[in-house]
């Protein structure tokens, strides 16, 4: 598609002078239904310029603009609509298809552009739960998305490794600490530890004075805070790293707030220089005057907080990367954060604070009560994931029982639909939006659900080998044109595109919704159409049809971090 919308690109740039041709490629819709056609111009924007009816202005644009790529060009009230010429559009993309093979689809906006991309960053001794899926995932899934637009992308852990709640680990692992007891079952452990000081402080507040003390020790390298803030790092870190197995997630940098600890000193210098910091009894704040309120940056005992922290972070990654885009996946209760920590780098003269962009979602919740993050109530990650993958070898177990025949890689099939399912629900709605996560809904085989389209996905693997599928077979596109083929192949065409706008708003969800739509037309087709049938020449023609579908389905799925298994 993304040819036909250059060339109407083309054609409007002509006619058009007083809009430049990404104005126009911002304008260019894709209409609904087909009697619409397949690409439309509305006109209400040209109309404001030239002070003219939009209406008039289409009729008269379409008495104008002609193209052998296009059968008409048609106005309908304020809109101009493209009417793609069949048979053309058919041959183009069959040959694209063969030709790119899995690459079909590809296309390649990002050239020479890096995007860093910042997401997941739990906190150090503390668990990683249910919560972080959603940063987890999302951030995920808009690296796949950026990597296949070409950019080069950078993926960082912003653990939260740093902070004054390690002086209150430090000295309640003093008093109350037991090493083996630790080692065994790190964080639920070291979470008793953090609950038990908060608690008792209340009474004592010596303990937190002393935890102050410790944070400021950690700070100055003092070798026994050191030591153990290490070791909750690392023992935390193992933790994580199984979670980030199970979902086949990686990082380029697992670079938390500590890492910019040693750049901190001279961040607020260069702050100070810059003349944004005033004093507030005894405190360096910044003041925003009426547009937000203060910001913190060194606090009075001379400790940096979580934002000078990451005013350091921005710098570095600026200096480091040159990024063309520096994105933060972070839930929106951290937004008035981001909105800081913008305008300070606005204030101090650097204009890419505008390349930032805060990522917000909303939350999640689990059907069977709301989701605490206190005390015991904790929902892991890692018992949701393995939970999905039991339920699913359930799943699978049964319909091996049903059929009578063993499948030879069973639990790889639930690890792949299970994370699978997870994944696909939490990238299936707007992520500003709260959500519920439903056990019933993630796993079922039915319904708009991840395992959907991955049966969708095997189904036509089989169908491909049961018809001897063959690249190189010739096909005529006479062949395929039907209503349901022709909307299949303009589907295809569009998934690019898709991509890009996913990107653009930062929403996989787009992709989600995408190659749902689609599996779901290809099984109405299916249902109404033998793939494999007689004439040799219209299987031949279905086949590669069906293997384009194919392709971007398993394409699409790894875009959002999903395996596409070939049988189920
Ligand atoms: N560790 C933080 C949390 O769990 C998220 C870090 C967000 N990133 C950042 N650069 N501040 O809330």
């Not at 069977?368 to 005390?375: C, E, Q, V």
Request: glycine share 6%; hydrophobic share 35%; net charge negative.
């Amino acid at each position: 598609m993304h040819k036909y919308k250059n060339e109407v690109i083309e054609l409007l740039a002509k006619e058009c002078k007083d809009l430049t041709k990404e104005d126009i490629g911002e304008l260019i819709e894709f209409p609904p239904s087909p009697d619409l056609g397949d690409l439309a111009f509305p006109c209400f924007f040209l109309a404001k310029i030239y002070r003219k009816n939009p209406k008039t202005i289409a009729e008269d644009l379409a008495g104008k603009i002609s193209s052998p790529s296009f059968r008409k060009v048609e106005s309908a009230g304020a809109y101009l609509n493209f009417f793609i010429n069949s048979e053309e559009f058919t041959k183009d993309i069959l040959e694209d298809l063969k030709e790119k093979k899995e690459g079909f689809g590809r296309v390649n906006p990002g050239q020479g552009k890096t995007i860093v991309l910042e997401y997941s960053s739990p906190n150090i001794a503390k668990p990683f739960h249910i919560g972080h899926i959603r940063t987890t995932v999302i951030g995920d899934s808009l690296k796949r998305i950026a990597d296949f637009l070409g950019y080069k992308t950078i993926a960082i852990n912003h653990l939260g490794d740093y902070g004054t709640q390690f002086g209150m680990m430090i000295e309640a692992y003093l008093r109350w600490g037991d090493q083996e007891v630790i080692e065994k079952n790190p964080i639920p452990e070291l979470v008793k530890l953090y609950v038990r000081i908060n608690e008792e402080a209340k009474d004592n507040p010596e303990l937190l004075d002393n935890a102050r003390n410790w944070f400021v020790k950690l700070e100055n390298q003092d070798p026994k805070a050191v030591e153990l803030w290490e070791w909750f790092r690392e023992v935390s870190l193992e933790e994580f790293q199984r979670v980030y197995k199970l979902l086949d997630i990686h990082f380029d940098y697992y670079t938390g707030e500590s890492f910019y600890s040693p750049m901190l000193k001279d961040t607020v210098d260069l702050m100070e220089e810059k003349g944004v910091l005033t004093d507030s009894q005894g405190a360096r704040i910044v003041d925003f005057g009426d547009d937000l309120p203060p910001a913190i940056i060194v606090k009075k005992d001379g400790s940096s907080i979580y934002l000078t922290r990451d005013m350091a972070t921005a710098l570095y990654r600026k200096k480091e990367f040159d990024f063309y885009k520096s994105i933060y996946v972070v839930g929106s209760q951290q937004s008035l954060h981001f909105q800081q920590l913008k305008a300070i780098l606005k204030k101090m003269g650097y204009d890419w604070e505008e390349d930032m962009v805060h990522v917000a979602f909303g939350m999640v919740a689990l059907k069977d009560g709301t989701l605490s993050t206190r005390r015991g109530k904790v929902v892991y990650l890692e018992d949701v994931l393995n939970k999905a993958i039991d339920k699913v070898d359930e799943i699978l177990l049964e319909r091996e029982e049903d059929r009578g025949e063993k499948m030879d890689n069973r639990r790889d099939l639930a690890k792949m639909v299970g994370i699978g399912a997870v994944k696909f629900q939490e990238l299936f709605n707007q992520r500003i939006k709260d959500y519920v996560f439903d056990w019933d809904q993630t796993l079922s085989f039915e319904g708009e659900t991840g395992p959907y389209v991955q049966y969708t996905h095997a189904r036509i693997c089989s169908l491909l080998k049961k018809g001897d599928f063959k690249l190189e077979d010739p096909v005529d596109p006479k062949n395929l044109a039907l209503d349901e083929e022709q909307q299949l192949l303009k589907k295809l065409s569009r998934f690019g595109d898709v991509a890009m706008d996913a990107l653009e708003k930062y929403e996989p969800y787009f992709i989600t919704r995408y190659i749902t739509d689609l599996a779901k037309t290809f099984n109405k087709y299916y249902t109404h159409n033998q793939i494999n049938t007689e004439d040799e020449d219209v299987k031949k023609a279905r086949l590669l049809l069906s293997y384009g579908v194919k392709t971007i389905l398993a394409q699409g799925l790894d875009l959002l971090g999903i395996q596409a298994p070939e049988k189920m």
